[in-house]
């Protein structure tokens, strides 16, 4: 065997390559389908390759790819350092470790066949009124984080904390601008990074016969939105998993304060307070019917509360949307699932819509 071909035999042992594609096709039933607008029309599809290199024992690099409503992007382009189970560095391009749908937002990770209303992206309706939701996800950003896992048998912490380039927006816009976030890759806007951490608590041994897992996490981001570092925004959330037998139960929470600015000529309202807040949630269930069926059944809701700007079609400075979804999934085979959901939308201020979501789902 020539030395060559041993580097690349070897070098194919420490590569592992992943990824999926995922074919979405909503159907609205409205009677006034257009003013529901700004969700992705017919079929539209994800994808998303992923390759991890194992360069030595302790150093590891993962790259990531996809294709969706933003185009081709970098979600993923990483190194860890893993320097001992309680202490690794991760620095690169990496996701953002918020909440805990944030490890399970690629489609062929999650059963339902959108994401839930606070971090949902391309499939809100009415996003443009809203701005999207709390953190849509995927949200990967520039920097560095340390993480970690303490604990034994019984109970067992594990912690990140980051410094990250941060969400960008203008003061025009009084908002986070979630294009120009994902989209400006190289550019911190202001040079002011933001800063987060992330823990959460599981108990993988639990005393009831059939509870097979419980884990409690918290999160919390700091940073300035504008260019001039001068309007800040603040999320926090807490999350819950747990599994009973083959039923599994998530549930989350959370909030995003960001400051708008002191300048009355753009709002509708006179300005009492110098924040706008945003608030969501999650409840889902889940589980496998057969060998080749699951099922889903999710709430979920999202709240903004908070001047508007002129021109704003919003009608109330305190607005709710809230929704509730049923799927089933159908396993085809190893590797193929076919996602069918239906999601009711109930808006305070506009008449409530109706969803069909069917999607196909390939992974490898």
């Given at each position: 065997?020539?030395?060559?071909l041993a580097i690349f035999i070897g070098l194919?042992?420490?590569?592992?390559?992943?990824?999926?594609?995922?074919?979405?096709?909503?159907?609205?039933?409205?009677?006034?389908?257009?003013?529901?607008?700004?969700?992705?029309?017919?079929?539209?599809?994800?994808?998303?390759?992923?390759?991890?290199?194992?360069?030595?024992?302790?150093?590891?690099?993962?790259?990531?790819?996809?294709?969706?409503?933003?185009?081709?992007?970098?979600?993923?382009?990483?190194?860890?350092?893993?320097?001992?189970?309680?202490?690794?560095?991760?620095?690169?391009?990496?996701?953002?470790?918020?909440?805990?749908?944030?490890?399970?937002?690629?489609?062929?990770?999650?059963?339902?066949?959108?994401?839930?209303?606070?971090?949902?992206?391309?499939?809100?309706?009415?996003?443009?009124?809203?701005?999207?939701?709390?953190?849509?996800?995927?949200?990967?950003?520039?920097?560095?984080?340390?993480?970690?896992?303490?604990?034994?048998?019984?109970?067992?912490?594990?912690?990140?904390?980051?410094?990250?380039?941060?969400?960008?927006?203008?003061?025009?816009?009084?908002?986070?601008?979630?294009?120009?976030?994902?989209?400006?890759?190289?550019?911190?806007?202001?040079?002011?990074?933001?800063?987060?951490?992330?823990?959460?608590?599981?108990?993988?041994?639990?005393?009831?016969?059939?509870?097979?897992?419980?884990?409690?996490?918290?999160?919390?981001?700091?940073?300035?939105?504008?260019?001039?570092?001068?309007?800040?925004?603040?999320?926090?959330?807490?999350?819950?998993?747990?599994?009973?037998?083959?039923?599994?139960?998530?549930?989350?929470?959370?909030?995003?304060?960001?400051?708008?600015?002191?300048?009355?000529?753009?709002?509708?309202?006179?300005?009492?307070s110098l924040w706008v807040q945003k608030e969501?949630?999650?409840?889902?269930?889940?589980?496998?019917?057969?060998?080749?069926?699951?099922?889903?059944?999710r709430y979920d809701g999202f709240r903004r509360?908070?001047?508007?700007?002129?021109?704003?079609?919003?009608?109330?400075?305190?607005?709710?949307?809230?929704?509730?979804?049923?799927?089933?999934?159908?396993?085809?085979?190893?590797?193929?699932?076919?996602?069918?959901?239906?999601?009711?939308?109930?808006?305070?201020?506009?008449?409530?819509?109706?969803?069909?979501?069917?999607?196909?789902?390939?992974?490898?």
């Amino acid at each position: 065997m020539t030395p060559t071909l041993a580097i690349f035999i070897g070098l194919l042992g420490d590569v592992n390559v992943a990824g999926s594609v995922y074919l979405n096709h909503p159907q609205l039933f409205s009677s006034r389908s257009e003013a529901a607008g700004a969700t992705l029309r017919g079929a539209n599809a994800e994808t998303s390759v992923k390759m991890v290199v194992d360069v030595s024992d302790d150093v590891s690099a993962s790259v990531k790819v996809c294709y969706g409503c933003h185009g081709f992007e970098a979600d993923m382009a990483y190194v860890d350092w893993s320097i001992d189970d309680a202490f690794n560095v991760r620095f690169g391009r990496f996701p953002v470790p918020f909440g805990e749908f944030y490890l399970r937002y690629d489609a062929a990770n999650h059963r339902s066949a959108t994401k839930p209303l606070p971090y949902e992206m391309g499939r809100m309706l009415r996003r443009a009124e809203f701005n999207l939701a709390i953190l849509p996800e995927p949200y990967p950003d520039n920097g560095i984080e340390i993480f970690g896992t303490l604990g034994g048998e019984t109970a067992e912490l594990s912690y990140s904390a980051y410094g990250v380039s941060g969400l960008k927006g203008n003061a025009a816009d009084g908002d986070i601008d979630f294009v120009r976030s994902r989209r400006e890759y190289f550019v911190d806007n202001n040079g002011s990074p933001a800063v987060g951490a992330r823990v959460a608590i599981a108990f993988p041994e639990l005393p009831i016969e059939g509870w097979r897992w419980l884990s409690i996490g918290a999160s919390a981001m700091y940073g300035f939105y504008d260019d001039d570092s001068e309007l800040a925004y603040l999320l926090g959330g807490i999350d819950l998993y747990t599994r009973f037998g083959a039923l599994n139960l998530r549930g989350e929470a959370l909030f995003r304060r960001t400051a708008i600015p002191d300048d009355t000529n753009r709002f509708q309202q006179r300005l009492r307070s110098l924040w706008v807040q945003k608030e969501g949630f999650y409840i889902q269930l889940d589980g496998p019917l057969t060998k080749r069926l699951e099922w889903l059944a999710r709430y979920d809701g999202f709240r903004r509360a908070g001047a508007l700007l002129i021109g704003s079609p919003l009608e109330s400075t305190d607005s709710a949307i809230t929704r509730g979804t049923l799927g089933v999934n159908l396993v085809a085979t190893k590797g193929i699932k076919l996602k069918i959901n239906y999601e009711l939308w109930m808006f305070d201020d506009f008449p409530e819509e109706q969803l069909l979501h069917s999607g196909l789902v390939g992974t490898f």
